[in-house]
Every structure is written in C-alpha cells, then in structure tokens.
C-alpha cells in the first residue's frame, strides 16, 4: 500500500495513532481509514447523496453479502445480512488482509482520556448502523446511527431491527511501521 513516495497510496481520510497496549510492550501503529457497506461488490453502489461524500448504504435481503470499502475504493472485508429472527437481523462484519476494528476510545472536554471506574481507557464504538423503511438521502452523521457497538480484531456482529435498508458505517484500522526519531 506504500507509494512510489513512501507514503500510503490509495487512502483518503487517514488519521494516524500508535499506542503501546501493554505497559512495557512495543508500541504498535496504525492508520484509520472511514469504511462503507456497498450495495454489492462495486464502490459508490446506492450512494446517500450524488455529489459531497461518498457515504454508500444497502438494500435489505437476507443472506445477502456486500462489500465493505475504506477510502472510497479499498475493499477492506465483507458484510452479511442475516435472515431475520423475528424482527432482528444480524449483520456480520468480517475484515480482510491486514485490517482490524479501529481503536476509538471516547475524550472529555478538555481532550483526555475518559476512564471506566478501574482506570481503563474507554473504547468509542467502531460499528454503527442505522436501518430505513425508505432508501435514505441527504449526507448521513453516523455517529447519530442508532445501533453502535465496539469492534475488536477482524470481525464484529450486531442486532438491528428488519428493515428495507441500512447504512453500515465502519472504522477500520491498518497496522503500519511505527515512525522513528531519527
């Protein structure tokens, strides 16, 4: 994924971050990207709106099976449509090659870490879907998606109600070479 200029190619809304999740480990780094669940194997399929993002959502069957893009183009895993139980479905995230579940944790104010009650850091959700009963327009904000859990490694379920359609927003993460201070 480097390119000619040793920087990455091919992603668009990258933010860096290295933490060290065991103290006394090595530090480990990653670049995020925004993943979207086409409404099949191509990018861009069924887009909330034709001009500004490119924000992509999918039209409800059951057992079907889309692709998930990071950066507009980079097919990054797949995503699973249950039948539905009742009235849940259960949507399947499975990521591919080198991608994890983007490590979010949640900021106060001022900036900082917020911590749970033992002193742990407090992970911000990394999947979050919002169901429709009539295909969606306008530009989505995900993070006003109703249904949002946490992630981890490279595959991640949730419970939604049965609807026509969903958007599936996911951040992803890929491990790359920590910088160096030379």
């Known amino acids: 994924m480097l390119g000619t200029s040793g920087n990455f190619a091919e992603l668009s809304n990258i933010g860096g971050f290295c933490w060290n999740p065991d103290e006394g480990g090595e530090e480990e780094c990653f670049q995020d990207e925004t993943a979207w669940a086409a409404n099949g194997n191509e990018p861009g399929s069924l887009r909330y709106t034709d001009r500004g993002n490119w924000a992509t959502y999918v039209e409800y069957s059951a057992g079907k099976e889309v692709t998930l893009f990071a950066g507009q183009h980079i097919n990054v895993g797949t995503v699973t449509f249950s039948a539905p139980d009742g009235n849940i479905v259960t949507i399947t995230i499975n990521l591919s090659g080198d991608w994890v579940f983007g490590i979010n944790y949640e900021l106060d104010e001022d900036g900082n870490l917020k911590l749970d009650e033992d002193g742990n850091p407090i992970r911000d959700n990394n999947i979050k879907v919002q169901d429709y009963e009539n295909a969606p327009s306008g530009n989505p904000a995900p993070g006003l998606f109703m249904w949002k859990i946490v992630g981890n490694g490279q595959e991640g ?26």
Do not use: M, Q, R
Request: glycine residues 4%.
């Open 157 to 182: 379920e949730i419970e939604v109600p049965l609807n026509h359609f969903y958007g599936v927003h996911v951040d992803v993460a890929l491990p790359v070479e920590c910088p160096t201070d030379e």
